[in-house]
């Protein structure tokens, strides 16, 4: 079955000190991989995204992934953490081809002073 | 200007009533979507409109119906909702449609709805 896994719920992280968010998928094709932040009340921005090409992908506000075709797997990184960043993160996929796009379940970081 | 923008921000009704949820970008954009998150959840995706077509609706209850009057608009009308459909109404939007989702998907803040 297509799945999109993130496996840690909540991640407690101090201010300054580096992030990994994990993200794993279960496609038959590699799909379109994507991460989003959720901010409290507020909707979705999407960080960064990948299709195809290098497997190291810049975003904005600081953060980058890496794809690894090897462990279906799409990590969210950052190497120095702020306070602002405390918010629902969510990985998501787009089947490829196909009219599907499915979020993980998400991953809540708390950014502790 | 990369805003969505959804009306009311809250809204409650009852199990009997009819409302709408209201949905506006003016980024040229060409495809529309509607998602359902509810609380401690991933959004769920509801509705594409591409070119003001319904080109995907995910099995979703005929209690909600989505109407796109024209490219930078989109409705969501609701009518007999039940209390499980309490939730965070999320409408976005992207450049072009085709049902591929490689575009950016630009959120609005939502509209975070109570059915009593």
């Known amino acids: 079955a297509q799945s999109v896994t993130q496996p840690d719920i909540h991640i407690t992280v101090s201010e300054g000190a580096s992030l990994e968010l994990r993200c794993n998928y279960s496609y038959g094709a590699t799909p379109y991989l994507f991460w989003y932040v959720q901010s409290p009340g507020q909707g979705l921005q999407l960080l960064l995204k990948?299709?195809?090409?290098?497997?190291l992908v810049q975003g904005i506000k600081g953060f980058e992934a890496e794809f690894k075709r090897s462990q279906s797997s799409f990590n969210l990184r950052k190497p120095s953490v702020h306070w602002s960043d405390a918010a629902e993160y969510f990985c998501?996929?787009?089947?490829?081809?196909?009219?599907?796009?499915?979020f993980g379940t998400g991953t809540s970081l708390t950014v502790i002073p | 200007d990369t805003e969505v923008t959804q009306t009311p921000k809250h809204l409650v009704m009852g199990m009997t009533n009819k409302k709408s949820l209201k949905c506006e970008q003016h980024?040229?954009?060409?495809?529309m979507y509607w998602y359902k998150q509810k609380a401690k959840k991933p959004p769920e995706l509801m509705f594409v409109y591409s070119y003001e077509k319904l080109s995907i609706n995910e099995s979703v209850p005929s209690r909600f119906s989505p109407e796109c009057p024209n490219s930078s608009l989109l409705n969501l009308h609701l009518h007999a909702l039940q209390p499980e459909d309490s939730a965070l109404y999320l409408c976005a939007s992207s450049l072009t449609g085709g049902g591929h989702f490689t575009d950016t998907q630009y959120f609005g803040p939502g509209t975070r709805l109570t059915v009593l």
């Open positions: 980024m040229g954009h060409r495809a």
């Open positions: 998501a996929v787009a089947a490829r081809p196909g009219n599907q796009f499915y």
């Open positions: 990948y299709f195809s090409g290098d497997t």
